[in-house]
């Protein structure tokens, strides 16, 4: 089966329908600049549908249903979804520009958390507590209601999986506002909810532009917690829009985190991660290893692996699924630019970039990978979030001098340490300020179980793992005096 949805329209109450508004988002293929779909660019009433359509569900079919029913709903759609592999990763090729590996990893990851969260809708529950003497005392976990979803363009399948997949675990209704750069597959989810038995209004679908949708989505008093994956600048918006209801906001934001390689480490195996955690999906990666930090003994020798893979990076239309497809857009391509030039007034070193593929398409965003080498860590592009395929090398003396540097900017992602000394790993993971600490290897694969988010300028909330679960319920205390 393939999809059969119309891009023009959203996905309320289970069904398909014209946005009220009757304008259209233009989406771009990335990789051609050529036009990809229309996609209905939803307005302030079609969120008010959505949310009306999900408070609904709440009170009807989907809150009746038990955990068990949840479960098996939720790891039927994560079946669904691998069945579409193939066009779910070519959508999704297209519309971000990602390689097709790549795409295909996120339709995995997306499948995973639905089959994650489908087990373990039936294994979260309250507790009972010891109270004082004629009280019988338990806690209940609750789903927050209508929960609104905010995601960027950038892992929409994944991103989806891990904050919507978590929400209807716990019983909460969705209402989903995926990105205006790119959505197409988060519109197809709504054809794999009907196909999965979801009931109508557990999951609404709303494309649009951020200021419009989004800004709606966060101001709607029948919302009853917001999760937002995106910039630091929107976040904050987001933070205080739902203050103003005074609802809990989950805040994914933007990182600068480190890969921190000691004169110990196993250089074979760090080397691959060192560049390919910076240069996956051409950078446009939260967790991106942006700055690479290496003790000062080794410093050449990294700088030589890393500059013969940079050497061998290529960079070319996703659907020839080489290392690098484009940027997002004509404009995330001149931010990228932006701070290239900024490297060159300054006189950074650059040591090495990759080439681009013959034959690319003349009205694509391409951008090639740069290493910079000798980077201070004040240095604007060893402070700021790229987004791009952009990495800076910083020498360090000693352990001390790694912590200060890593913990150096204003983010606080995640961060991976390279030693095989078991008590520096150990020092290494206490100190740093982040939410996830890799050591020995960048990533974890995706780490569906793995609680993630961060702290400082990165966000807070995590998403992923049970404790996602958390976050999306509320405890409710039941005191029963009964002598
Ligand atoms: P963005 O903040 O511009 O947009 C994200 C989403 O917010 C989009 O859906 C957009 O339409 C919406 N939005 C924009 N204005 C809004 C408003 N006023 N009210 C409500 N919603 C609004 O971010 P982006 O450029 O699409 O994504 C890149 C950023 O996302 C980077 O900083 C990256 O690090 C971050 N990110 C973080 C994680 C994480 O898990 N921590 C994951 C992926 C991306």
């Known amino acids: 089966m393939s999809f059969t949805f119309d891009s023009k329209q959203i996905f309320i109450d289970g069904a398909w329908r014209d946005g009220l508004s009757g304008k259209f988002v233009e989406l771009v293929d990335p990789s051609t600049g050529e036009m990809l779909a229309l996609v209905a660019r939803g307005s302030a ?16 079919d989907w809150g009746a249903m038990t955990a068990v029913e949840r479960g098996r709903v939720l790891a039927k759609m994560g079946e669904i979804v691998l069945t579409h592999i193939d066009e779910l990763a070519e959508m999704e090729a297209k519309d971000v520009g990602k ?48 929960t609104g979803h905010i995601i960027p363009w950038n892992y929409p399948m994944q991103i989806i999986g891990r904050s919507v997949g978590a929400a209807l675990a716990m019983g909460n209704a969705a209402v989903l506002k995926p990105a205006e750069e790119a959505c197409l597959t988060a519109l197809a989810l709504g054809e794999i909810a009907v196909e999965a038995g979801l009931p109508a209004g557990a999951l609404n679908i709303v494309p649009g532009i951020g200021s419009e949708a989004g ?59 060192l560049v390919n955690g910076g240069i996956q999906n051409a950078g446009q990666t939260c967790s991106a290893a942006s700055r ?15 500059v013969a893979q940079y050497k061998a990076l290529k960079v070319g239309n996703a659907l020839d699924d080489l290392n690098l497809g484009p940027m997002i857009s004509k404009r995330q391509q001149e931010i990228v630019k932006g701070y290239l030039s900024i490297a060159k007034t300054d006189g950074l070193q650059m040591l090495a970039q990759g080439s681009y593929a013959d034959g690319l398409p003349e009205g694509g965003a391409y951008i090639l990978p740069t ?52 008590g520096r790993q150990l020092r290494m993971a206490k100190k740093l300020q982040v939410g996830q600490v890799f050591i020995n290897n960048y990533g974890a694969a995706g780490g569906v179980e793995l609680p993630f988010g961060g702290v400082k300028g990165s966000g807070h909330g995590r998403e992923k793992g049970f404790e996602a679960l958390y976050g999306f319920s509320v405890t409710k205390t039941v005191a029963i005096k009964h002598g």
């Open 99 to 146: 390689p097709l590996t790549q795409a295909r990893n996120d339709v995995i990851a997306m499948a995973r958390y639905f089959e994650f969260y489908g087990g373990a809708c039936d294994k979260i529950h309250g507790d009972s507590i010891p109270f004082m003497d004629g009280f019988t005392v338990y806690t209940l976990r609750e789903p927050h209601g209508v």
């Open 371 to 422: 290493l910079f080498g000798d980077v201070s860590p004040e240095h604007r592009l060893a402070q700021e979030e790229i987004f791009g395929p952009v990495q800076v090398l910083i020498p360090f003396d000693d352990e001390a001098d790694a912590v200060r540097i890593a913990n150096c900017t204003d983010f606080g992602l995640v961060a991976g340490v390279w030693t095989e000394n078991g």
């Open 45 to 60: 009433a079609d969120i008010d549908a959505a949310v009306v359509a999900a408070q609904a569900a709440l009170d009807g």
């Open 292 to 306: 690479i930090l290496v003790q000062r003994g080794i410093y050449d020798e990294v700088v030589a692996g890393m």
């Open 215 to 273: 800004a709606a989505l966060t101001a709607h008093t029948g919302v009853h917690h917001i999760s937002f994956t995106g910039s630091n600048a929107v976040g904050t918006m987001v933070q205080q829009s739902g203050g103003e209801h005074v609802i809990p906001v989950t805040l994914e934001l933007g990182g600068k985190s480190p890969q921190i390689v000691f004169d110990d480490a196993d250089l074979d195996a760090a080397m691959p991660f």
